[in-house]
C-alpha cells in the first residue's frame, strides 16, 4: 500500500468513527427525550425537545474532521474555516502562529467551535427572555474564561517570551500577582504615572463649599465676560468626577470654561464608616439640591443650567423632579449625558441586578454599610472581560509586562465605594422595579416624583456602542422629563463618546431634530456630523444664554468662601 492510499484509508477511517460518534449522540438525545416523556420529532405531534445535541455535536466536530482530514493529505486546513473564525475585534488570536501553525490552529478553531455550540445551547434554552439572556451572559464568562490564550501552556507569545527572556517573563508575573493579590485587585495602568492635581484635575479652581458628601467645585474663568447664568455639573458618584477634567487638551471642563461658562462641579467623597447610613434621599439633598442653592447665591441668580452624566444624571433627574414637586423654578437648561432614567433595557448590566441579590445586599447593608468600588470596579469589568480582566491577566501575570500608562485606565482603577443604604435603594427603584419613569411611584425627599414636571429644555447625548447606558433607552428620557428636547448621538462608547475634545478632530455624531418617532426611525433619518458633539452643545446651551457678565475676580461669595485649591481632598481619598 502506498502513502497516500494509506493517508485517504486513515481519513476514511476517522472520518467513520466521528460519523459512528455523532449516530450514538442522536440515539442519546432522543432516548433521554423518550425518557423524560418528551417527544423529539416535531411530525408526530409531540413538543420538540429543546436542544438538539446532535447537531450542536456535529458544529463542534466538523472543524476537527475538516483539519484531519487535511492532515492526512499534507493539507493541513489552517486559518481559513469561516465557521471558526474569529469575531471582530478580537485581538486574542491575533498572533500569526494561531493561524499558521496546524496545532494552534486546531486549538483555536475547537476552542471556538465550543465556544459557538455553549452559545446555541443557550439561545436553544426554553426559558424566558431574560433568563436567556442571563444564561448567554454567564456562558460568555465562561467561553471567555477558558480560552486558550489564558493559559500559559497553550498561549504561543507567552511560550515565546519565556524562552526569549529565559523564564524572566514568568517570574516578573508571579510577582505581578503577588502584588496584585495584596491589592485584592487586576493592575491595569502604572499608578506612578498619574497624580490627581498633578497631571489629572488640573483645570484650576477652588472647592468653596463642603459638606460630609459633596465638595462643590468653581473654576477660575478664562475669558473676560462669562455667561450669567452659571453651570452646575453632577458627575457619576460611582466614579471620580475627573473623568470630565482628564488632563490639559482632553477635559471637558476646561473646554466648558474656554467657552465663557461660569462652571461648577460636584466632587463625590467614597463612602466612609461616618456616611456608610446615607441614603438616595441625603444623596439629593446634599448633593445636587445644596449645590443649586449654593450655585444660585454665588452667582446672584434665580436659576442655573445643569449638567448630569451616567448616574450622575439620574440623580439630577431626581433632584429637578423634587424641585418641580415642590414647585421650586431653580433650572433654566437640563443636559443628561448617556443617561438613564427608563430602565426597560439596561443592557448586560441589568441582568446582574436581580430580585435575590437585591434581597441580599438589602439584608446585609440596606440599613448601613458599605459597597467596596473593587466589587462596582470588577462588576464593569465583567462587561467586557476579555479587554478588561483577561488580557491583563496575560499580559501582567503570564508575560511578565509592565503596565501602561494610560488615563482613561487610571480613571477606571480609581473606584469609588457607596453606602449601602443609598445603592439598596437606587437598585430596587431603578435596575429591579423601574420606577422613575412612572408618575408619583417614588418618593423622594419627602415628595411624590412625577418626573415630567420638570419642564426645562433638555440636551439629551447618548452613545452608539455604550455598553452601560444603550443609547435607545437614553433615547427614551425624551418623552420622560424637560420640555423641547435635543437628542444627540456620538460615536463609540460609553466613555469615549463623552470625552471626545474638539481639537482632536477625531469620531463623530448624529443630529436630528425630529423626536416623535422611536429610536430606529430618528437614526435612519439622523445626519452624521464629524468631529466632538461638544460644539454642538455649547451652542445649544447659549440658546438659553441670559446674557453676558464681568468674570467674577475671586471664587465664592462672603457666605461661601475658598476651602482649599481644586480638585480638592475628597477626589484624591482612595477606597481600593
Not at 465562561?142 to 515565546?160: G, L
Not at 477652588?206 to 453651570?231: A, D, R, S, W
Request: aromatic content about 10%; some cysteine; overall charge negative.
Amino acid at each position: 500500500m502506498d502513502n497516500s492510499s494509506s493517508q485517504g484509508g486513515s481519513s476514511d477511517y476517522l472520518e467513520s468513527l466521528m460519523r459512528v460518534g455523532e449516530q450514538a449522540t442522536k440515539q442519546f438525545d432522543e432516548a433521554l427525550a423518550a425518557a423524560m416523556g418528551i417527544e423529539s420529532k416535531p411530525e408526530q405531534g409531540g413538543q420538540k425537545w429543546p436542544f438538539s445535541m446532535a447537531n450542536l455535536q456535529g458544529h463542534y466536530w466538523s472543524p476537527v474532521l475538516e483539519f484531519w482530514r487535511g492532515f492526512f493529505n499534507d493539507k493541513p486546513a489552517v486559518g481559513g474555516n469561516g465557521a471558526a473564525k474569529t469575531a471582530r475585534g478580537d485581538r486574542r488570536f491575533n498572533d500569526d502562529v494561531w493561524s499558521h501553525s496546524p496545532y494552534y490552529d486546531l486549538l483555536r478553531k475547537s476552542y471556538l467551535s465550543s465556544s459557538r455550540q455553549l452559545a446555541e445551547f443557550v439561545d436553544q434554552a426554553q426559558v424566558d427572555e431574560r433568563s436567556r439572556l442571563q444564561l448567554r451572559f454567564y456562558a460568555r464568562q465562561f467561553i471567555d474564561a477558558m480560552s486558550p490564550s489564558n493559559f500559559p501552556a497553550t498561549n504561543p507569545d507567552v511560550i515565546r517570551t519565556a524562552i526569549r527572556t529565559r523564564a524572566g517573563s514568568l517570574a516578573s508575573g508571579m510577582q505581578n500577582m503577588i502584588e496584585d493579590l495584596q491589592k485584592g485587585r487586576i493592575t491595569r495602568v502604572d499608578e506612578t504615572a498619574f497624580e490627581v492635581g498633578r497631571n489629572l484635575a488640573v483645570t484650576p479652581g477652588t472647592v468653596i463649599f463642603e459638606n460630609e458628601l459633596i465638595q462643590l467645585i468653581q473654576y477660575t474663568p478664562e475669558t473676560g465676560e462669562v455667561e450669567k447664568t452659571p453651570l452646575l455639573i453632577v458627575p457619576p458618584c460611582i466614579n471620580k468626577y475627573y473623568l470630565l477634567d482628564l488632563g490639559a487638551g482632553n477635559s471637558f471642563v476646561e473646554y466648558a470654561v474656554a467657552q465663557g461658562h461660569q462652571v461648577f462641579l460636584i466632587s463625590w467623597r467614597s463612602a466612609v464608616a461616618e456616611t456608610q447610613y446615607l441614603t438616595w434621599d441625603d444623596y439629593l439633598t446634599l448633593g445636587p439640591l445644596k449645590a443649586i442653592d449654593v450655585v444660585r447665591d454665588i452667582a446672584n441668580v434665580d436659576k442655573i443650567h445643569a449638567l448630569g452624566f451616567c448616574v450622575g444624571g439620574t440623580i439630577l433627574s431626581c433632584a429637578a423632579g423634587v424641585l418641580a414637586a415642590r414647585g421650586e423654578d431653580k433650572l433654566t437648561t437640563m443636559t443628561l449625558l448617556t443617561t438613564m432614567v427608563d430602565f426597560a433595557d439596561t443592557g448586560e448590566i441589568g441582568l446582574l441586578i436581580d430580585q435575590p441579590s437585591v434581597a441580599l445586599r438589602e439584608a446585609t447593608i440596606g440599613n448601613g454599610g458599605i459597597l467596596p468600588g473593587k466589587e462596582l470596579a470588577f462588576t464593569f469589568g465583567t462587561l467586557r472581560a476579555n479587554d478588561l480582566i483577561w488580557r491583563y491577566v496575560v499580559d501582567s501575570y503570564m508575560k511578565g509586562a509592565p503596565p501602561e500608562a494610560f488615563d482613561l485606565l487610571y480613571w477606571d482603577s480609581d473606584s469609588v465605594s457607596l453606602p449601602g443604604p443609598m445603592y439598596c435603594w437606587y437598585a430596587r427603584n431603578t435596575y429591579l422595579e423601574n420606577k422613575l419613569r412612572e408618575p408619583g411611584a417614588t418618593t423622594q425627599c419627602g415628595v411624590s416624583v412625577d418626573l415630567s414636571k420638570a419642564k426645562v429644555p433638555l440636551y439629551l447625548l447618548a452613545s452608539r456602542e455604550d455598553h452601560i447606558v444603550p443609547w435607545q433607552s437614553a433615547y427614551l428620557s425624551k418623552g420622560l422629563i424637560g420640555a423641547d428636547p435635543r437628542f444627540v448621538l456620538a460615536a463609540s462608547g460609553h466613555v469615549a463618546g463623552v470625552i471626545n475634545p474638539p481639537a482632536r478632530k477625531k469620531r463623530s455624531y448624529w443630529t436630528h431634530d425630529d423626536l416623535s418617532g422611536d429610536a430606529i426611525d430618528w437614526l435612519e433619518a439622523a445626519e452624521e456630523r464629524p468631529g466632538s458633539w461638544w460644539p454642538d452643545w455649547d451652542a445649544w446651551m447659549k440658546r438659553y444664554s441670559s446674557g453676558t457678565v464681568a468674570a467674577p475676580v475671586r471664587p465664592g461669595n462672603d457666605r461661601y468662601q475658598a476651602i482649599e485649591s481644586a480638585p480638592g481632598r475628597y477626589v484624591k481619598q482612595k477606597s481600593n
